[in-house]
């Protein structure tokens, strides 16, 4: 793919966006959603589905509630739950505006501009923006590498392995990692990695094949339509529903009119509930090799096979997001971690873990980022924004005009996904 590619060396906790946080003090806390809170906090947990920080504020001995500010990503669905509060309660809030992980003043300083987006700003007497006068810094600074073709690719993957050859003073080597907007650029240098930590005998044969999941994005309309359910699409529940346990895989093995075929782990054949789509989710299956050294991730919260640790058999929880190292391979074909945790062969739901969208990137923290920003990532953030709200079907005016593009280009981004989604499942 030609275009264009600038990488930039920064803190992650830089372009997370994660620069402010809302914040309730328990003795501000008023109403009838207040008290919920406070007694939910009172106990050691929080509101069902809000993600949190660690806190130690005055008088609140628990979890605080947390969420992105405005000019950053939009909230996911489980993030809905903070915006209205924050929107229609009416409730006092309080901002973190100083970014404390990144330790080199000149990036810090940048960035923070950056984040400050359209706001107004002088530059040698003329007017300018925040976000112009940001990267303006990151570009003197040597941040910003332009290239273009295959090469950039090359030169990135290049740059990563150099950068987690580096020690810290601790002796410890650097942790690096590679944000990429879109799924294509980060398989790209992923295959670049790889490629190169082969040629430094650093991955270790023989390669295991592994089946991953990829999730198909369906909307819940769209999971009750069997016309959409082809052969080797795989179902996991993860609500208990009539027939099914939570956890549960089974494969997709076609579709009459409105009734779909599932395949269970034992052959056994069963009928698919359509009417339960809320209560699981469809992923497409795709081919992932592993060799001992590659770094993997955890794209979905499940356990490990249960192993013995510290004297006991048990199994551990393994995060989303999580990234570990592969040690090896069992006699049964399940993937050993440097860690001790083993992962069932069959848990589907790894990728590798060198890149990263810049969503999932949020709340990291590493020693080194790189950045891919080819000429088709601009493009992608809109479109994921787009298909977003489309998923929680919001009208196509009020799309456009919360993003600032027009209808037109909005109605044809989610026909165009619409089709480009029939078409790769028929495929």
Known sequence: MQGTYLFTLCALSVFAALSAFLVFAKKRIQGRIGRYIATQFQ???????????RSES??????????PEESSF??????????????EAGLPFAKLKEVRRQTNAAYREAVQAISQGDASALKDGKRTTKLAQGIAALNSMGA???????ERYRQMAHDYLEAVSERKNDGSAKSALVVAPTQAEGDQITAYIRAELKEQGRLSAPECEFTALESANWTAAQRKDASLYQSGLVVQFHQNTKGFKRGEKVEVLGHE?????????????????LADAERFQVYRQTALELAAGDLVRITQNGYTAETTRTGKSAKARLNNGAVYSVAGFTEEGDIRLTNGFVVPKNYGHLNYGYTSTSHASQGKTVDKIFVAMGQDSF??????KVLMFHRLECPVKEIARHLKVPTAEVQLMVQFSELQGSHSIQG
């Open 43 to 53: 106990s050691g947990s929080t509101p069902p589905a809000m993600p949190t920080v």
């Open 58 to 67: 005055e008088g609140l001995d628990g979890m605080l509630p947390a969420s």
């Open 74 to 87: 939009e909230m996911s669905i489980r993030g809905n739950a903070l915006r209205i509060i924050e929107e």
């Open 144 to 150: 910003i590498v332009e290239m273009s073709g295959e």
């Open 257 to 273: 009119k409105d009734v779909v075929s599932v395949k269970r782990d034992s052959g056994e054949r069963a009928t698919l509930v």
């Open 379 to 384: 493009a992608a953030v809109i479109r994921t």
